[in-house]
């Protein structure tokens, strides 16, 4: 794919439009607030935010105060140790853990009540660390099946995702279950970007890839940052992940241990030390 601001998510239908949302509204990523009045939307801040946040399952807190954000068209990665509640960080910004307190805001708007299929419906993606494409449905039919909420012509979204990872064209019929483990990962991020998310939220996509792959894969990941959607990922491939970031968080018992820039973070010596192994 060539450079340049464009905006492949959106469907051809106006193009004038130069946001990533579902909205005819030619405004920018807040245009799913409610009408009229809410335009005086507080933007400040970033596009994505779960602020503050403390819970668990149901026992002991996991997340103590933990805030994670991404902003608009940039690359947020969480990293941390095995257990520091990444994965639970994320789920509790997609709705699948209830907080005891804190906040989850998009675009300036309070979600921390709505269900995760709200918060789809609000521009989130979330592809999950594991069991996230389904194996025996043919790679076409697991982009589809991302496609469910949408009523409208989702074909265009499905050309852009082919012309992002070509191999998945070639494989469409083919059972994902059958796929490599990145041709996998492809899928799942394919099938979340069917539903023309603003966030899309990625847990370990590069779980058991070679360095290739994952180099392949970040590149996509950059490109489809590019255009406008945020991007909030967890990554086991610390180094890696933090030198395409423009934020990162390291988490260490489900608290914010350290937050700055990709650079800040991959340049300050107590987190390489402690964290990127010298
Ligand atoms: N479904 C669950 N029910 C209860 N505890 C869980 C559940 N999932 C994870 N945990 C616990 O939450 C903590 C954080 O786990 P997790 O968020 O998966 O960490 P990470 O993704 O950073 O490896 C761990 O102590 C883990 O045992
Ligand atoms: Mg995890």
Known sequence: ??????????????SKDRSITKSNEASNAFSHQTGGAAKAVDAAGPFLIGEAMTGGYGGA???????????????????????AGKSTAMKAVFGMLTLREGHVRIGGEDITAL????????????????????PSLSVEENLEMGAFLRRDDFRGTMAQVYDL?????????????????????????????????????????TAGVSPIVMDELFDRIIEVA?????ILMVEQNARQALEIADKGYVLVQGRNAYTGTGA???????????????
């Open 1 to 14: 794919m060539s450079g340049g601001p464009k905006t492949p998510w959106q469907d051809g239908r106006g």
């Open 61 to 83: 807190d996991i997340l103590h105060e933990c805030t994670i954000a991404a902003d608009t068209g940039q690359i947020a990665v969480i990293v941390g140790p095995n257990g």
């Open 115 to 134: 269900t995760p299929q709200d918060r789809v419906a609000k521009g989130m993606a979330f592809v999950p660390q594991t069991s996230n494409v389904f």
């Open 165 to 205: 990872f070509p191999i998945l064209k070639e494989k469409r019929r083919q059972a994902a279950g059958e796929l490599s483990g990145g041709q996998r990962q492809q899928v799942a991020v394919g099938r979340a970007l069917m539903t023309q998310p603003k966030v899309l939220m990625l847990d370990e996509p």
């Open 226 to 230: 590019r255009t406008g959607i945020s």
């Open 264 to 278: 800040e973070l991959l340049a300050d010596p107590e987190v390489r030390r402690t964290f990127l192994g010298g």
